[in-house]
T-cell receptor, first 110, second 114 residues
Framework: GQSLEQPSEVTAVEGAIVQINCTYQ??????LSWYQQHDGGAPTFLSY????GLEETGRFSSFLSRSDSYGYLLLQELQMKDSASYFC???????????FGKGTMLLVSP | SAVISQKPSRDICQRGTSLTIQCQVD?????MFWYRQQPGQSLTLIAT?????????ESGFVIDKFPISRPNLTFSTLTVSNMSPEDSSIYLC???????????FGQGTRLTVV
């Protein structure tokens, strides 16, 4: 089967930097994605890594190490609106469905 | 990008009845999927909706319980049949437009079975 492990909850203060880790064990691997979901809202795409290394998109960055089956999402200059659940997701092939982790709830306090 | 309209947004249904959820996309998409999400939990894939052929179901989900239609490249329906309280959940439509692309999600249907 497929499994993705990520912390259930992370807390931080405004302006800080937080890292959400994701380790995966899957039968195949094409890429690792990150999605944000606010309470009651739809998941929205944040970042994607197919190759090792760091991808930067504004305040958000994502890292992948294929050899370690590991990735992380880095959120900088945290804002209150960043309080949400963050999911890592693996694509087994380029056209395949996404398998999601259990999600990390990020709580940002003033 | 893709804009997804999912209806209804929420419903309260009696056990034993069925509910059909609609998913309309503003552009033609290659891949359409249906997920289930318990509040505060992860997303579980129910099936891939295939245009012109039967849907591909994940382990634990069967066509008799969750029949899916996809008559064209912009529209799909998911029916939750013979509902029980265990079917209470959020159901999400999702699309991907091609190889190695991001997924877009509808706002979800919050279903409560009483």
């Amino acid at each position: 089967g497929q499994s993705l492990e990520q912390p259930s909850e992370v807390t931080a203060v405004e302006g800080a930097i937080v890292q959400i880790n994701c380790t995966y064990q899957t039968s195949g691997f094409y890429g690792l994605s990150w999605y944000q979901q606010h309470d009651g809202g739809a998941p929205t795409f944040l970042s994607y890594n197919a190759l090792d290394g760091l991808e930067e998109t504004g305040r958000f960055s994502s890292f992948l190490s294929r050899s370690d089956s590991y990735g992380y999402l880095l959120l900088q200059e945290l804002q209150m609106k960043d309080s949400a659940s963050y999911f890592c997701a693996v694509s087994l092939t380029g056209y395949s469905t996404l398998t999601f982790g259990k999600g990390t709830m990020l709580l940002v306090s003033p | 990008s893709a804009v997804i309209s999912q209806k209804p947004s929420r419903d309260i249904c009696q056990r034993g009845t069925s509910l059909t959820i609609q998913c309309q996309v503003d552009s033609q998409v290659t891949m359409m999927f249906w997920y289930r999400q318990q509040p505060g939990q992860s997303l579980t894939l129910i099936a891939t909706a295939n245009q012109g052929s039967e849907a591909t179901y994940e382990s634990g989900f069967v066509i008799d319980k969750f029949p899916i239609s996809r008559p064209n490249l912009t529209f799909s329906t998911l029916t939750v049949s013979n509902m029980s309280p265990e079917d209470s959940s959020i159901y999400l439509c999702s699309v991907r437009q091609g190889l190695n692309t991001e997924a877009f999600f509808g706002q979800g249907t919050r279903l409560t079975v009483v």
